[in-house]
């Protein structure tokens, strides 16, 4: 069983500090261990309850109400909330609670939801990209494991694979070509398999290459299939120096070809202008990139 910190708590529920300590001390709703200095622990009962609560106080249930209901009344509540049109405003902490307890199914009902209300384009950008954001925070304080985060990231890889699939053989004639790829130590791929599903539906023809690959396998497949654009996104911590390295090898050994990147790292990092370089921080801009590729 895990133990988490309030700071914890917050970082997972969005529930400030000081309302968990209000709602403890004035509805008793959880009752959190102490340590002989006072610091509370919580446990993942405690980690559920407040997930489901903020989520059903955030729909409009008083917290004075919710501090009487049982957890059978809670995850009932939840269940008849999960099925209201607005299915974003609790999605992304359902898969929050479902990456957390190893929980497929729970996870495959809420992604299957938001898939047959949004489609794949909009569910991913919407709700599975902030998802990651906040999987990334969790993971950077401890909360979330490696096998938590492969578990769900497989998960959802091969939802992305079989839109993709679906897309097969609808490339138009003499189609503009991009290659999508991950640099040596980059595992973190579903960014770029959103995006060469993007590329796909607009009639890109695109060659999926994966993660960790070398980049003397890239000069040769570059080489023999002559694409019009590279598209490479970078998740995984890198030093700026060494981003930017990259980068200028990526400019100087393709040239004129069209370098696309993407990334939380290009957030973090000064990025030097290269006239060849597009920089992609939204869908809007891949989607105006491709429109003109076209």
Not at 81 to 87: A, E, G, M, T
Request: aromatic fraction near 10%.
């Amino acid at each position: 069983m895990s133990r988490y910190s309030i700071k914890d708590i917050e970082q997972i529920t969005g529930i400030k500090a000081h309302t968990i300590r209000v709602w403890e001390r004035r509805y008793g709703i959880i009752q959190p261990e102490r340590t002989e200095t006072n610091i509370r622990l919580y446990s993942d009962e405690d980690l559920k309850k407040l997930l489901n609560i903020s989520m059903l106080n955030a729909s409009g249930i008083k917290i004075s109400h919710l501090a009487k209901m049982g957890d059978i009344d809670l995850e009932t509540n939840i269940l008849e909330l999960s099925k209201s049109i607005n299915i974003e405003d609790i999605s992304i902490d359902k898969l929050i609670l479902a990456t957390i307890n190893f929980d497929e199914d729970l996870f495959e009902s809420i992604l299957n939801r938001c898939l047959l209300a949004k489609g794949m384009e909009e569910t991913t950008f919407q709700i599975l990209f902030p998802f990651f954001q906040r999987i990334g925070t969790l993971w950077q304080i401890g909360t979330i494991s490696p096998a938590q985060e492969h578990f769900i990231s497989n998960l959802i890889r091969q939802k992305l694979f079989a839109a993709i699939d679906s897309l097969s053989g609808g490339s138009k004639e003499n189609a503009k070509k991009i290659i999508f790829f991950l640099k040596e130590d980059e595992l973190h791929e579903i960014s770029i398999l959103f995006y060469n599903y993007i590329a796909k539906k607009y009639g890109i023809k695109t060659l999926y290459l994966g993660q960790n690959l070398p980049f003397s396998d890239l000069q040769k497949v570059v080489a023999t299939y002559h694409p019009d654009g590279l598209f490479t996104s970078f998740i995984t911590p890198i030093s700026e120096s060494e981003l930017n390295n990259y980068i200028v090898s990526l400019t100087e050994n393709f040239d004129p070809i069209d370098i696309v990147i993407t990334g939380f790292q290009l957030k973090n990092q000064i990025i030097k202008k290269h006239v060849k370089v597009k920089i992609v921080s939204s869908l809007m801009d891949f989607k105006e990139y491709v429109t003109k590729l076209e």
